[in-house]
Structures are given as structure tokens and as C-alpha cells.
């Protein structure tokens, strides 16, 4: 067992911060599970690009995400990270004009391949956006909704199933009186939080988390970091933040992207605690010291 | 320093005050032409609304005959919004779902065509509407059923033309419905046609219906097409191959020779639609809101 890996670099009491004094809110019990982080690939990324009608905005990616690890994305905004996250899940298959070379999988699937089934690949990823952005229904109905399109129809498996998620996210004590209220009376960061909560619903393999903390206040940010966290070893998360010290506090893994020529390159890519501390490339050394970017 | 205050604060005849009294007045010119013409109709329907009591007696008469004193307006009531009813129920499914091809399935190109055309559509003078609907529907359901004029006709003209109203109205309200909702539902593996039902419908839903009730406006109000092509005789529609008349059209039609109680009469049908379409008004103006 990789023990660096497993505590998180750089703050190693990461799992109990959520334990903290005056928490409002409180997790669930965790469910068994690989115990933690493993060097073990689960996405391999070979010889990605990534094109924008004749643009170039991902050229020639080529990395390895861990199971149950957090992945931070970090760089220069309009560096790819965005562009990279999304093509995990295929939500580039929306944009008009978008294609890609290479290969990306998933233990052995072909995510860009042809057979693939975008809707089981989407439930497999959970994705959560910069904005919190629930559907402006209610509560319940916000995690009922997914649930119902894949198939969980009967009553008492989707009230289990959204008491769960509810409680993961330390949001069941808040709104456990007012589920059928609308989502949207929802302070921001219980927002994201209702967001997280929905992509657990289908019991995902893996969290795309595009910038979660960045529309939200510092205590709000806080608390959403501390879920971020406790899902590790549960959950594959890849995250990108502009965030480099929240990088460094949940993140085992960092990966640092840097625009040249136009196109998002990744530039180096290791254990956060390298990544940080003793850069192998200077523009990365430049960038975590805040010289560059 | 009294230079200085002057020049500050100087509430002499600026240009913005005299704007500021031009748009006052020009909103007051608009607002007062309602009430005028509101005032008007109530002014002329006065004399037959007070003389017989109660005021019922406009639905409880034994028909419509002007000249015998009877003044029946409920068969022509129930012209209108059969007529009106029927429409918005064909245009309402195929409006939406002309919307939802223009916002969500249709090539870029394509839908930017489409749209043009509804927009086209909207634009067509209504009395080429009945002009068509007089030399070919009538005489298609004839073949079917004689006459031909019909309620029948009436519905199939109104829904041609509030079909334009309620796939822009549906296609503004989707479009305006937040692309993070659309990108999350995809983002929970939802096809297409799932997101469309579970999402965007429901986020775009009052919008949907304001525009429907619009629509429905429209219908109880427009007269020539429909004097054209239903006929025109006053009794309660029993099918829909049988002859209505609608309020509008009975203004139209009688309005060039009526005096007197029959004259007040035909302003108590344009109050009863005047108030019908205030009704719906007022109702797509909460849904808005709402």
C-alpha cells in the first residue's frame, strides 16, 4: 500500500477534517471498499489530441489515472483541462465541429470507441460543474430523475438510494424536512453539494469535478473540499481547480497542462507531493511558485 | 461655491425632463386608448344591459333574433371556443413539437430554415388564410360531409394560424432554459429524449403555456378567416361537420345594418370577447410572472 497516496501529500489529516468542532453537517457511514488510493490504472490516456474544428486544443496527452486516487488538473486557464475533463464522459460529443486522435480507456473499454454506450459510460462518470447547477425541480426529484432513467423505479429502492447519497454528501440533517422544496431555495454550496449527491445516485466509478469550489464562498468552498476528500479511495476523482493550495491538500496525483503554440500540452505528471515540491520541468516549477500562469 | 451647487443640481428643463414628459405621454396616449375603447363598449351596450334584468337573459333567451327582441349570444359563445379549444388543441402538440425540432434535433441550418418559415407562416394575412380555407378546405370536407362549412373548418384554419404563436413562444421558452441544465443531464448518462422530457419541458413549461394562452387570444378574436369558412349560422355546433358562428364574426356580419337594441346587442358581443380575451391576458401574464 502506497502510504504517501493514501493520506493525501501534504495533509496527512485530511480524512478527519470533517470531524471538525462546529461541522452543521455530518457524512454517512463510509461503504466498504478498496481501502484507499492504489497505484493501479484504471483511465490510460495514449496520444490524446483533441481538435476544435481546425484548432488544436489537446495535443498529444499520454497519462495514467489511479483508481480510487484524486487527480488535480492544474494550469493556465485555456490550457485544456476543461476540454480534457469533458472528454472523459464524451459531453464533447455536444460540441459541433470536436474530434479526437488517440486512445482512452477505461480498464479495457475504448471510451471513444464506436460500441460504445454513451449513456451506461455517463452513469459509470459522475461529472460536477463549475456552477452549481441543479434542475430547478425539487430535491427529491433532483436525484429521482437520473435514478428513473436508469431504470430504478420502485419507491422504497430510490427513497434508500437518495437518504444515502443525502447523507455522503452531509446534506440529509439539512434538507431532510424539506425534500419536496425546491432545489433551487438551496444555498450555493448546498447546490453543489445536492450536485455531487445526484452523480452518486447512479453509483459511478469515477467523479469528473470541472472547478467545484470556485463559485462558491470560502466556508462553503471548505466544506465541499472536506466531501471531496472522504469520497477518496471510493470514487476515482479527477478534479480541475485554479486552487493550487486545494490542489495540494486533497490531490495525490497532479497533472500540470500549459499552452504552447496554441494547443494544451500536459507538462509534467507525478505524485502531488513531487509535483509541488521538486518539479522536474521549470515551467512547472515557475507556475506552482507562482512566477508564471 | 453657488456656481458650483447650480451647475450640479440644475432641475431647469433638461433634455432628459422633456423626454421623460414625451414618454409619459406617449405611454398615457396608450393606456387611455384601452380604457376609451373599454368605456365605449360599455357605453353602447349600456342601454340593452340595464333595461332587461338580470343580465343572464343573454344566454337564457330562446335564440338569436334580433328583430323579435331575443338576443341569444350563448350558441355563439360556444361557436367561439369550440372553435378556439379545438385549435389550441391540434396546434399545442404539433407547436411543441415543432419547437423541440427547431431547438434540440434539427441541423443548424435546417432549424434556421424552419424558423423562418413558422416565422413566415406568422405573417400571412389572415384573410388568405380564409381565402384558401373558403376554395379548398371547404369544398375538401364537403366531399366528406356536406356543407363543408363547419366548425371543422374553423378549427383546421385557427390552427394553421396560431400554430406560428405557440412553436415560437414554445421555441423561445426551451431556448431559454440554461444550457447547465441540459449539460448536467446529459452528464447523468439521460438521452436525448429523456433530457427533453424530464428537463427541458418541465424548466421551459410556464413559458409553454403563456405562449399557448396567447395563442388562444388570437383564436377567440380572429374574425374573417373564420366568418369565411364556418358558415355562419347561429346554433350550437352538435359535430364538427355542422355550421357555427363565433362572436367576432357576428359583429362582422350584422354590424352594417343593425340599429338601435340590435346595435347594442352586437356591442354586448364585442364586451363579452373584449372580456374573454382580458381573461386570457391576464392569466398568460401570471404564468409569465409565475
Not at chain 2, 327582441?69 to 388543441?89: F, H, I, V
Not at chain 2, 427547431?102 to 443548424?108: G, R
Not at chain 2, 432549424?111 to 413566415?120: G, H, K, P, S
Not at chain 2, 338601435?260 to 382580458?278: K, P
Request: charged content about 15%; some cysteine.
Amino acid at each position: 500500500m502506497n502510504v504517501r497516496g493514501r493520506r493525501g501529500p501534504g495533509k496527512p489529516e485530511a480524512d478527519q477534517v470533517v470531524a471538525g468542532e462546529n461541522n452543521s453537517y455530518t457524512l454517512g457511514p463510509m461503504q466498504a471498499g478498496p481501502a484507499c488510493c492504489a497505484p493501479q490504472p484504471l483511465i490510460r490516456v495514449r496520444n490524446f489530441s483533441l481538435f476544435y474544428g481546425g484548432r488544436t486544443a489537446l495535443d498529444n496527452i499520454s497519462l495514467d489515472i489511479y483508481r480510487g486516487c484524486i487527480t488535480a488538473l492544474i494550469g493556465p486557464s485555456g490550457c485544456g483541462k476543461t476540454s480534457f475533463l469533458s472528454s472523459i464522459n464524451r459531453l464533447t460529443d455536444l460540441i459541433p465541429g470536436c474530434s479526437i486522435t488517440g486512445r482512452m480507456h477505461i480498464d479495457d473499454s475504448d471510451i471513444h470507441g464506436p460500441a460504445t454506450d454513451l449513456q451506461a459510460l455517463r452513469r459509470q462518470i459522475g461529472m460536477v460543474f463549475q456552477k452549481p447547477s441543479p434542475f430547478p425541480f425539487s430535491i427529491y426529484r433532483n436525484i429521482e430523475l437520473p435514478l428513473h432513467e436508469h431504470g430504478i423505479k420502485r419507491r422504497e429502492d430510490k427513497d434508500a438510494i437518495i437518504q444515502r447519497v443525502l447523507q455522503d454528501v452531509g446534506l440529509w440533517n439539512e434538507v431532510q424536512d424539506r425534500l419536496h422544496s425546491s432545489a433551487l431555495s438551496l444555498s450555493g454550496g448546498q447546490q453543489q453539494r445536492l450536485c455531487i449527491a445526484r452523480a452518486l445516485a447512479l453509483d459511478p466509478q469515477i467523479l469528473l469535478m470541472d472547478e467545484p469550489c470556485s463559485a462558491l464562498d470560502p466556508i462553503a468552498s471548505g466544506v465541499v473540499e472536506d466531501l471531496i476528500s472522504r469520497l477518496r479511495g471510493r470514487y476515482t476523482i479527477i478534479i480541475v481547480t485554479h486552487n493550487l493550495a486545494q490542489a495540494r491538500r486533497v490531490a495525490n496525483y497532479a497533472a500540470f497542462f500549459w499552452v504552447k503554440d496554441h494547443a494544451g500540452r500536459l507538462v509534467e505528471f507525478g505524485h502531488c507531493r513531487q509535483v509541488f515540491e521538486s518539479p522536474a520541468h521549470e515551467l512547472t516549477a515557475a507556475y506552482v511558485n507562482g512566477a508564471r500562469g | 461655491m453657488i456656481w458650483l451647487r447650480h451647475s450640479i443640481s440644475s432641475p431647469s428643463a433638461s433634455a432628459d425632463t422633456l423626454m421623460l414628459w414625451l414618454l409619459r405621454a406617449a405611454a398615457g396616449v396608450a393606456a387611455s386608448l384601452v380604457l376609451l375603447i373599454l368605456f365605449f363598449l360599455v357605453a353602447e351596450s349600456w342601454p340593452l344591459l340595464m333595461r332587461d334584468l338580470p343580465i343572464t337573459h343573454f344566454v337564457t333567451d330562446s335564440s338569436w333574433h334580433p328583430d323579435e327582441g331575443a338576443y341569444n349570444l350563448a350558441p355563439m359563445l360556444s361557436g367561439t371556443l369550440y372553435a378556439a379549444g379545438g385549435a389550441l388543441l391540434l396546434a399545442m402538440p404539433l407547436g411543441i413539437a415543432s419547437a423541440l425540432f427547431i431547438t434540440y434535433y434539427a441541423p443548424p441550418r435546417g432549424a434556421d430554415a424552419y424558423r423562418r418559415l413558422v416565422e413566415l407562416l406568422a405573417g400571412i394575412p389572415s384573410v388568405v388564410y380564409g381565402f384558401w380555407g373558403l376554395t379548398t378546405l371547404v369544398p375538401l370536407i364537403n366531399q366528406l360531409q356536406p356543407p363543408g362549412s363547419s366548425l371543422l373548418a374553423g378549427i383546421l384554419v385557427l390552427t394553421l394560424m396560431v400554430l406560428p404563436t405557440i412553436t415560437l413562444t414554445a421555441h423561445a421558452a426551451l431556448v431559454a432554459v440554461p444550457g447547465d441544465y441540459l449539460r448536467g443531464a446529459f452528464a447523468l448518462g439521460m438521452s436525448r429524449w429523456a433530457m427533453v422530457r424530464g428537463v427541458a419541458l418541465p424548466a421551459a413549461r410556464m413559458g409553454i403555456v403563456a405562449g399557448a394562452i396567447l395563442a388562444a387570444g388570437r383564436a377567440v378574436g380572429e374574425t374573417m378567416a373564420v366568418l369565411m369558412v364556418t358558415g355562419n349560422v347561429v346554433q350550437h355546433a352538435g359535430g364538427l361537420f355542422d355550421p357555427e358562428r363565433t362572436l367576432a364574426a357576428n359583429i362582422a356580419l350584422e354590424m352594417p345594418y343593425a340599429v338601435s337594441d340590435h346595435r347594442a346587442a352586437l356591442f354586448v358581443s364585442g364586451l363579452t370577447l373584449m372580456l374573454l380575451v382580458m381573461l386570457l391576458w391576464s392569466a398568460a401574464a401570471r404564468m409569465g410572472r409565475g
